[in-house]
C-alpha cells in the first residue's frame, strides 16, 4: 500500500515519521521552503523514529496517486484543498480524515471517493520546526468507516509502534474527540499552559469540569462517567503537549475553534439551548485571533 499524507504540521509530520518505516509514503506540504528544507535536511521525529534522511515530499498541489491519502491539514483549510482535488487520482483511491472537530462532515457528501474514514488523533506531538516534530505522548489514532471497504484501512493497525485501532460507531468516536477537543484545546488556548495543567492546578480542573457538564447532554455518549475518565487520560497521556489550539494563537494563526465549538453550539441552537461557558469560550477564542491578526 502506498500512502500519501497530505499537511507538513505537527501531526502531518508525526504520521509521516513513523507510516515512512512501514510503506513507501510521501509527505505533501504547502510552502516550498518546508518541502526545500525537508529534502536537504531530512525530518526528525523525537521520541520516535528519530532522524529519516531520505524524505519523500511534494508540495500539496501536486497530484495525489497513492492508494490512501491522509489529510492532516486544519479543518479550515479543507474546502480550498479538496476543491483542487475534485477527483480520486487512481480509481479506487481512500481517503483518511484527521481533523479536529466535527466541521468537515459536511463536505464528505460532495466527495467522489468510494472509501471515507475519519481518524482521532489521541498522540500528542509539537512541531519545533520545518523538519522536527517530538512525539510528547502515546495514544492511539481511533478509525472509523464513513463508506466503503473497511478493509482500506487494514494495514495500518498491525503497527504496534504507533497505534491504530478500529472503531465501528464513527458518530460517537467523533463525539468522544469533539468532548476532548473542545475542553482542553480552547481552555489551554485561553490560559496559555500545557494540557497537563488543567489537571495539576484544582481550579482549571474544574474550569475543565464545568464545560464537561455543559457539552455532554449534546453528545451520544451514554456513560458519563467514562466519558470524563476518558478526557482527563487524554489530558494525562499529553500532559506535556501544546494544544494545537494553542500553537494557532501564539503563531498567529487562526484556530479551528469555529470547527470545535460550533458544531455543539448548533446542537444546542437547535434545542432552543443557550450554552453560556461554551459560548464564553468561543468567543474569547475568536478574540484572541483578532488580537493576533491585528499585531501581525
Known sequence: MRIGIVGGGAI??????????????????????QRDKLLKEGLT?????????DVHVALSESA???????????????????A????AAVSDQTLLFLQNGAGHLDLLEDLHYEHLFIGLVEHGAEKTSDTTVIHKGVGTIK????????????????NEAFPMTFVSDWRKALDEKLLVNAIINPLTALYGIRNGELLSNVHFKRAMRTVFDEIMPFLTLPNPSKAWEHVVGVCQKTSENHSS?????????MTEVGAILGP???????????LPVVRFLYESIKAKEHMRSAQC
Not at 502531518?12 to 513513523?18: A, E, K, N, R, S
Not at 489550539?245 to 494563526?253: K, N, S, V, Y
Open 12 to 33: 502531518g509530520l508525526l504520521v509521516y515519521g513513523y507510516l515512512s518505516q512501514i510503506f513507501p509514503t510521501t509527505i505533501y506540504v504547502r510552502r516550498p521552503e
Open 45 to 53: 521525529v523525537a521520541n520516535g523514529p528519530g532522524f529519516i534522511r
Open 64 to 82: 495525489w496517486d497513492e492508494d490512501l491519502i491522509i489529510l492532516a491539514v486544519k479543518q479550515p483549510d479543507l474546502p480550498t484543498l479538496l
Open 84 to 87: 483542487a482535488h475534485p477527483k
Open 143 to 158: 478509525i472509523a468507516l464513513i463508506k466503503g471497504d473497511r478493509q482500506r484501512v487494514a494495514p495500518l493497525l498491525a
Open 245 to 253: 489550539m494553542l500553537q494557532d494563537l501564539e503563531a498567529g494563526r
Open 264 to 274: 455543539i453550539l448548533k446542537r444546542a441552537e437547535a434545542r432552543s439551548v443557550h
